[in-house]
């Protein structure tokens, strides 16, 4: 089963916006909206940021937004600051065999 | 505040039987449904399973080693067996606490790490 496909690293400067995609299928991302985003630092578990594409648990700041079109699925963070600096996967429920999936990450680099 | 706490033996050796637990504390096990997700050193996520106390079970099946989820209530914990394990088994392990309704995991452990080495 293969991964969903994230961009390996993006960039940007503190204050700037930036987008993170992340492409499915219709197995996964395409047909259901059970998409969510964790994010993690160096030697940090992986923390939740969004969950059903777009929800934010609490204590994560409104920065963190989510959308989904087709099988895309996409983290926007907006005023990016330097603590943002971190790895970020997408993950998503799947009809095949894992009932779950990863992406490949992505690494964020504020600039 | 629920917290979980993965524990392992650190080494094992190729061909052997991998036994991981997984503490819970602030929640009862039986209540929720829980995860194992593993990372390789420089890799990405990878998806084990999750497991739920009534027996219902998804394994990850592009794993090569077959693998068993319980849980022990006695003890609150939650356990991983992976057996004839591989240099690829090598990675950090999680746990972590599945929302069934929407299929992400939201309180993770901070993992323990695992060499499969001779």
């Known amino acids: 089963q293969s991964a969903l496909t994230q961009p390996a690293s993006v960039s940007g400067s503190p204050g700037q916006s930036i987008t993170i995609s992340c492409s499915g299928s219709s197995s996964d991302v395409g047909t259901y909206n059970f998409v969510s985003w964790y994010q993690q630092h160096p030697d940090k578990a992986p923390k939740v940021l969004l969950y059903?594409?777009?929800h934010r648990p609490s204590g994560v700041p409104d920065r963190f937004s989510g959308s989904k079109s087709g099988s895309t699925a996409s983290l926007t963070i907006s005023g990016l600051q330097a603590e943002d600096e971190a790895d970020y996967y997408c993950s998503s429920f799947s009809n095949s065999g894992s009932l779950v999936v990863f992406g490949g990450g992505t690494k964020l680099t504020v600039l | 505040q629920m917290q979980l706490q993965e524990s392992g033996p650190g080494l094992v050796k190729p061909s052997e039987t991998l036994s991981l637990a997984c503490t819970v504390s602030?929640?009862?096990?039986?209540?929720?449904?829980w995860g194992w997700i593993r990372q390789a050193p420089g890799k990405r996520l990878e998806y084990i399973g999750f497991?739920?106390?009534?027996?219902?079970?998804n394994y990850n099946p592009s794993l090569k080693s077959p693998l068993t989820m319980s849980v022990d209530t006695s003890k609150n914990q939650v356990s991983l067996e992976l057996k004839s394990v591989t240099a690829a088994d090598s990675a950090l392990y999680y746990c972590a606490r599945l929302r069934r309704a929407d299929y992400y995991f939201d309180v993770w452990g901070r993992g323990t790490l695992v060499t499969v080495s001779s």
């Open positions: 497991f739920f106390l009534s027996g219902t079970t």
């Open positions: 602030g929640a009862s096990v039986h209540e929720y449904y």
């Open positions: 059903e594409v777009s």
